[in-house]
């Protein structure tokens, strides 16, 4: 199963949308994808998740780790989710950790500083 739908490139931006289960026979194909991407100084991601309908621990991690690669070159990373995965950002506390947004285009306006 693919994990990964596509990834797109705006102005300034990476979006990758992502779809089906985050679980641990799937997670290490996220990394693996975002290792691709050139991070390069000042990236921003965009991951798209709000096809993804079930995350489990391994999952978590492997957005933890995106996070902490996109973070190392001084980038940017936001995650656009549904009703469930917010449900499950707070009862694991890292709602606060993640730039959190309900539409794609709201993350790339807001992350890209477009107006």
Do not use: N, Q, W
Request: charged share 20%; aromatic share 2%.
């Amino acid at each position: 199963m693919d994990l990964v739908g596509s990834s797109e490139v705006r102005p300034g931006v990476v979006v990758v949308r992502v779809t089906g289960e985050l679980d641990m026979s799937t997670s290490p194909e996220l990394t693996r994808h975002v290792e691709g991407i050139d991070l390069s100084p000042g990236v921003t991601l965009v991951l798209d998740l709000s096809a993804v309908p079930f995350v489990d621990s391994s999952g978590l991690s492997s957005l933890v780790a995106v996070r902490a690669a996109t973070m190392d070159v001084d980038g940017r990373l936001g995650l656009v989710i549904g009703d469930r995965m917010m449900k499950l950002l707070r009862m694991t506390h890292l709602d606060g950790v993640f730039a959190l947004y309900d539409t794609v285009d709201a993350a790339v306006d807001d992350l890209a500083g477009v107006c």
